[in-house]
């Protein structure tokens, strides 16, 4: 069992691949990445950029991170701004998918929606 997200963000189980095409004597292991909190990959870098600007000093939980998305990785930084105390600005697309923009709100997310003829 995990204490927290923190201890669960990246540690997703890492499996060997037996049916591999080809005469080969290679090991090939897969790291099961959709296995962390969010479900994505971005979930680590997402980690990994608001734990390293804590440690330089940039951020503090308490302020706001603002951040352009239009995917996972901003699932991924809404949830770990929520984890961490920040409070989180996503800048998106009005056409991305409503399921995207209610996974990000589940974590608190606010949106500053562009016009899709924006580009």
């Known amino acids: 069992m995990y204490k927290t997200l923190d201890d669960f963000v990246g540690n997703t189980p890492l499996i060997r691949l037996k049916r591999i095409p080809g005469d080969t004597t290679n090991v090939v292991l897969a790291k099961l990445e959709g296995n962390n909190p969010a479900g994505s990959v971005k979930d680590r870098p997402a980690y990994s950029m ?4 804590e440690r330089r000093g940039d951020i503090k939980p308490g302020d706001t991170l603002i951040e352009a998305t239009s995917g996972n990785t901003g699932i991924a930084l809404a949830m770990v701004a929520a984890m961490r105390g920040y409070r989180m600005v996503l800048v998106m697309p009005e056409h991305l ?7 990000m709100a589940a974590f608190g997310a606010k949106f500053v929606l562009t016009p899709e003829s924006g580009g």
Not at 97 to 103: C, G
Request: charged share 25%; with cysteine.
């Open 50 to 53: 608001i734990v390293c600007a």
């Open 97 to 103: 998918s409503v399921e995207r923009r209610q996974s």
